[in-house]
């Protein structure tokens, strides 16, 4: 079955860290670009981060970077966000994206994605 599989959602502290895991079954992650994209409560989906398939070069929204790390394990068909020193506004429900057609990040929340995960919870609350 081709799926994309995320985990490591949960409920944190504000300053607190999580690592999201996004795994691929039935299909190798190296051959696409990979993005994350969250939806928090009453807001839009909005793009989060992204790794680009040809070079892993990656692309971050604003208000994520230097506190946000995505990366790719190709031994283990993952990628990973990392993510530090987190905010209450970054509660949301994650989900990850493989694009095919996609070779690098510019313009990524446009992109056509082949697959998506079901979504992790994050929550940020003291």
């Known amino acids: 079955q081709l799926q994309l599989v995320e985990s490591g959602g949960g409920l944190v502290q504000p300053g607190g860290s999580l690592r999201l895991s996004c795994a691929a079954s039935?299909?190798?992650?190296?051959?696409?670009?990979i993005s994350w994209f969250r939806q928090g409560p009453g807001k839009e989906r909005e793009g989060v981060s992204c790794?680009?398939?040809?070079?892993?070069?990656?692309y971050y929204q604003d208000s994520v970077k230097g506190r946000f790390t995505i990366s790719r394990d190709s031994p283990k068909n993952t990628v990973y966000l990392q993510m530090n020193s987190l905010l209450p506004e970054d509660t949301a429900v994650y989900y990850c994206?493989?694009?095919?057609?996609?070779?690098?990040?510019?313009?990524?929340?446009?992109?056509?994605?082949?697959?998506w995960g079901q979504g992790t919870q994050v929550t940020v609350t003291s």
């Open positions: 994206a493989a694009s095919l057609g996609a070779y690098y990040c510019e313009g990524f929340v446009n992109y056509e994605y082949n697959y």
């Open positions: 039935g299909f190798t992650l190296d051959y696409y670009t």
């Open positions: 790794i680009s398939r040809v070079d892993d070069s990656t």
